[in-house]
């Protein structure tokens, strides 16, 4: 089996993450968390910030890059809004204590804002958006992130791949969900590329004389070295929209830095000059808006479906079976992934395998 890839329940794998995260020192409670969020982006089919991901957070634990133990520091607030300090702890603990009190404020006062300082990756943005969804409320969450992206017309990474999620309840099985990059692709799909062995499409990175770059090792070698650059959303240039995503990373940069007084672009990149690790002090900004203070939930739901609905029936080009709004894709794969198994590749199980073994798990953690 451990030269093929094989499936793995969900729940088995949530066990195993959840105990791999305690056995670097962090409570019960948070490990829960942060196996839910790292379960959730190979459900929706985001597998470059799943469990792929677990040896990073692993890894950075070990090298005292991020705290396993949650320290979530009010340091200022008001009736809608509140700025919290990190501490360098994990992400999602953090991530969804701030947008679990964004969500209250909301739903006191109709609006919830909470910014957060000196934090660490949180995972996909969706799940926090789609809590305040789920609370039936609209939510968005942001993040600024290491410096991998070019500016337009420059070949310097500066900017973080910066997503952008947003939520909303939808009288459907499932919200709409729109969770995305503000750059054309995220390190986390090029070391899933590496995994499979597979080239970098052009059009993705750029190298130091703006030349396109496909090879996968060389990009992940050389992105830390400052040798590569990931493009905006559109593109290199103006003629194709690259000037848009640069405009969007940046305002989500704005954002969680400056409303959270953070650290932004090269404060992130977990370096010293030296090149030795440090935290990277990542910034995030939630937004809960609560429904109920401006329409009747049911009819916010009925409108929104009524919009998603009528955009899949639009005329189709030819040859294309359907049209999809943001969210469908995912519920469809998580129903599918929840019946047949999280599919984990042989360099993944190696890794995992490792893992277990470094904390003494029991074998039987892992059916592989």
């Known amino acids: ?18 105990d791999v995260f305690v056995g670097v020192g962090t409570a019960p409670e948070d490990a829960t968390i942060c196996a839910d969020v790292l379960l959730a982006s190979d459900l929706h089919g985001i597998e470059s910030h799943g469990v792929g991901r677990l040896k990073m957070y692993y890894d950075w634990i070990k090298k ?29 603990p953090v991530a969804h204590r701030a947008m679990e009190l964004a969500i209250a404020k909301a739903g006191a006062y109709g609006l919830g804002a909470v910014a957060v300082r000196n934090s660490s ?7 926090y958006a789609r809590m305040a969804a789920e609370a039936g409320m609209i939510g968005l969450s942001f993040t600024n992130a290491r410096p991998s992206v070019a500016p337009t017309f420059g070949v310097e990474p500066m900017l973080g791949t910066n997503p952008i999620a947003f939520a909303a309840p939808s009288d459907e099985a499932f919200p709409f969900c729109f969770d995305a990059a503000t750059s054309i692709t995220q390190r986390g799909k090029i070391e899933v590329l590496a995994r499979e062995g597979k080239p970098t499409p052009a059009g993705w990175v750029v190298d130091r004389e703006g030349n396109l770059a496909t090879d996968t090792a060389a990009i992940l070698q050389g992105i830390p070295k400052e040798l590569y650059a990931l493009l905006p959303l559109g593109g290199a240039g103006e003629e194709m929209g690259g000037h848009k995503g640069y405009g969007l990373a940046t305002m989500v940069e704005i954002l969680c830095a400056g409303l959270s007084s953070g650290a932004f672009l090269w404060a992130l990149s977990g370096m010293e000059k030296d090149g030795t690790p440090r935290p990277h002090r990542l910034a995030h900004f939630f937004l809960a808006v609560d429904v109920e203070h401006f329409v009747p939930l049911d009819e916010f739901r009925a409108t929104v479906g009524g919009i998603l609905r009528e955009l899949r029936g639009a005329a189709k080009a030819p040859g294309q079976e359907r049209i999809y709004t943001a969210g469908e894709k995912g519920h469809a794969r998580e129903e599918r992934i929840r019946a047949e198994g999280v599919p984990i590749s042989p360099s993944l199980q190696a890794e995992l395998r ?13 059916p592989f």
Request: negative net charge; proline residues 4%; charged residues 25%.
């Open 1 to 18: 089996m451990q030269d093929q890839t094989v499936t793995v329940p969900v729940e088995t794998l949530r066990r195993f993450v959840r």
């Open 64 to 92: 005292g890059i991020i705290s396993p133990q949650v320290r979530f520091e009010v340091v200022r607030e008001g009736p809608t809004t509140a700025v919290v300090d990190a501490h360098t702890s994990l992400g999602h």
């Open 121 to 127: 990756h949180y995972g996909i943005a969706g799940y």
């Open 354 to 366: 490792a893992i277990r073994d470094e904390l003494g798990l029991d074998r039987d953690r892992l």
